[in-house]
């Protein structure tokens, strides 16, 4: 393929992944074809035919799919909240419309998969692996700097441990950021997004020491099937920067998280996400907000260390008050 075609094909999944991005913010809402076409500023006659070829599935299908997933997680993120809330939250029209989808698409009524008598529990933030700089051979030791310390608030006096575990629910601030998408299966794919997105900041000289990336999730693999998991490779950029083809550009909300420093290697990290999840945030008085968990990174100017070596991030999980 010639560098102008790249180019197009490009800039058509840089306009779908607007949509997809609007979707995910708007579930609550109607979600027309002709306002989706507008997002991605195609023509709604030819956009159904678009986003399937993009995708692989039908609009329609998109959009319920990833209601019913937010569903299933808020399910079980949420064991209180009752079932028709959590369905008209995700744009569901009735309870009765939400049971025949969600039986449909897991096999099973809601009230059985917050039992977990669906597919076992998986770490629902796990992005199972650390940005860094892995522009040549491995990770860049990432520690916390001045730079972060300007974009969190100071944390309030709420403290759990659980093994060892200490978080602290903050107030982060909002994120303006460039990013790269990978559709499919998380693992070494997302490594090689890591190691594309980072050439690319660093030629922009984007990811100088104090530089913050996020690396997100935005799929639980033991909802969403694998081939549909997204993940998105983020750096903060100043507001001025233009999109480019491949890379797009959004805001992640601020507002209040649940953090947790995490220090170890890439087998130790999904332990960390599970013991937030499962042992610390239960007895937190806090639940899952509907927001996308991440890792934060911290450039610290450091030579890349070794994959597998020992690297530094805070895990946060959006919360409210359960």
Known sequence: MDYRKQQLESEYRSRVNRVMDHIQAHLDEALTLEDLAGVACFSPYHFHRIFSALVGETLGDHIRRVRLERAAGMLRGNPYHPVTEIALGCGFSSSAAFARAFKAHFGMNATGWRRGE???????????????????????????????????????????????????????????????????????????????????????????????????SHDDPSITPPEKCRYDACVVVPPELKPEPGINLTDLPGGKYAVTHFKGTDRDIGKAWNDLFRSWLPTSGYQPDDRPCFELYVSSGKKDCPPGGVFQCDICVPVRPL
């Open 118 to 216: 669906g597919r076992p529990d998986r770490n629902p933030g796990k992005t199972l692996r650390k940005p860094g700089k892995t522009g040549r051979k491995g990770r860049k030791d990432v520690l916390p700097s001045g730079e972060y310390n300007r974009l969190v608030h100071q944390p309030s006096t709420h403290q759990k441990r659980r093994k060892a575990m200490k978080v602290e629910i903050k107030e982060l601030s909002s994120f303006h950021v460039a990013y790269m998408r990978h559709i499919g299966p998380y693992g070494p794919a997302v490594s090689r997004l890591w190691e594309k997105f980072n050439r690319w900041a660093e030629a922009r000289d984007l990811q100088p020491k104090g530089a913050v990336s996020l690396g997100i």
